[in-house]
């Protein structure tokens, strides 16, 4: 577990290795609401995939190698988090979440 209340702050998740696949990481948002954001960096080699519903909508990540999954500052909620497991030795999949989560560009 990960708890993040500090604004700026880049957490990379760990390379994926044989040694590692299958791990969990969970990441929630402990900084007041509007105050910070939360960036969760995979390694170049690595990707985040799969999705979330918030707000009655569905987001996907980007599924694209090396691009953060970022809990954006001015929409972030004390309590937002996200769960993501190594299913591959080259993707995080996102295995659940809540808030507003965006993929970087």
Known sequence: M???????????LPLITSGNLGCTIYFRN?????????VCSPKNTNKIVG?????AAVFHASG?????LINTKASSK?????????VSLT???IV???GIWASES
């Open 64 to 68: 694209a190698l090396g691009k953060d």
């Open 2 to 12: 990960i708890f993040v209340a500090v604004d700026g702050l880049t957490i990379g």
């Open 91 to 93: 993707e995080w999949y």
């Open 51 to 55: 999705g979330m519903t918030q707000a």
């Open 30 to 38: 402990t900084g007041a609401d509007a105050a910070n954001d939360v």
């Open 96 to 98: 659940g979440g809540q």
């Open 78 to 86: 004390k309590g937002d988090w996200v769960l993501f497991r190594a």
